[in-house]
Structure formats: structure tokens, C-alpha cells
């Protein structure tokens, strides 16, 4: 039995597939779904002086950790209306930092998930070419089933 879908997402059009497909799966099977996205470190933009100075100004606390959390959630925010359209109940959105592939198959061990739900290719294309995708890489170390969706 299905009780618990983990889907990675990263904005990239293969995620939003992904989001769908598992949705569509929690929604028959009556799962959890988790959506989840990973920020690496080296990632992070670079808030400009000009930014920091208007922060510091206004007393308003920026970091560029802050400023990816923000950004993503607002994709997950849409990746759970995309969900809740499709019939999903219980949805629950995470972002978590560290090195995407070891991130996400971690975080679905600790959560007993059943599924991991993940894009075929992401927004990293040319290191995914370089060095192996983060999909390959999740199917390799992940403990459950995982379903990669192109």
C-alpha cells in the first residue's frame, strides 16, 4: 500500500511533471504527499550591497539562505495548489539545504516514504551532463521505489 509520496521538485518543467503525475498517484491511493526542494549552498544568489544596505536600513534581517527560502516557496506553494487540485488532502511542503540527491533519499528515509516522485532532468543540465543527474543519482541511493518522470 502506497501511504506516503515524496516528490522533489526544483522548478524545472520535468518537476512540475512530476508534481502532477504524483499527485494523481496520491490522490487514487488516498497518500501523503510531500513536496519537497533542495537548496545547495553554493547556490545561493548574491544579495547586492545596495539590497543589504536598504535591509540594514529598514532594521529587515537578510541572508541569501533567507532569500532561496523564499523563492521556494513560492514554487512549492504552486506545486501544492497543483496537488490540492488534483484531489490530494494532506500535503505537506519542506525545504531543506545541503547536496540535492543525498538531501532528498535522507529525507525520505527518515519520513518512511513509499515513493520518491522526481523530474527526469532539472534546471542543472549542464552539471547533470558533467556528472550524472540528480535522478540517477536519487535511484541509485534510494531505499523505496522511485519514479522518474520525463
Known amino acids: ?10 522548478g524545472s518543467s ?26 545547495k549552498f553554493h547556490q545561493t544568489p548574491k544579495i547586492t550591497e545596495e539590497l543589504r544596505a536598504y535591509a540594514e536600513l529598514e532594521q529587515i534581517s537578510v541572508s541569501t539562505l533567507d532569500s532561496m527560502k523564499l523563492l521556494s516557496n513560492d514554487m512549492l506553494a504552486a506545486a501544492e495548489r497543483t496537488a490540492r487540485d488534483k484531489g490530494v488532502s494532506k500535503v505537506k511542503t519542506v525545504v531543506e539545504t545541503g547536496p ?51
Open 100 to 150: 540535492v540527491a543525498r538531501t532528498i533519499v535522507s529525507y525520505a528515509d527518515k519520513n518512511n516514504v513509499d515513493i520518491i516522485a522526481i523530474g527526469s532532468r532539472g534546471l542543472g543540465n549542464i552539471e547533470a551532463t558533467l556528472r550524472g543527474g540528480v535522478s540517477h543519482r536519487v535511484e541509485l541511493l534510494a531505499k523505496c521505489a522511485v519514479l522518474t518522470v520525463k
Open 14 to 39: 520535468h518537476s512540475q511533471k512530476a508534481v502532477e503525475y504524483s499527485a494523481e498517484i496520491a490522490a487514487g491511493c488516498k497518500a501523503d504527499l510531500i513536496i519537497l526542494t533542495v537548496i
Open 1 to 10: 500500500m502506497i501511504g506516503r509520496i515524496l516528490v522533489a521538485i526544483d
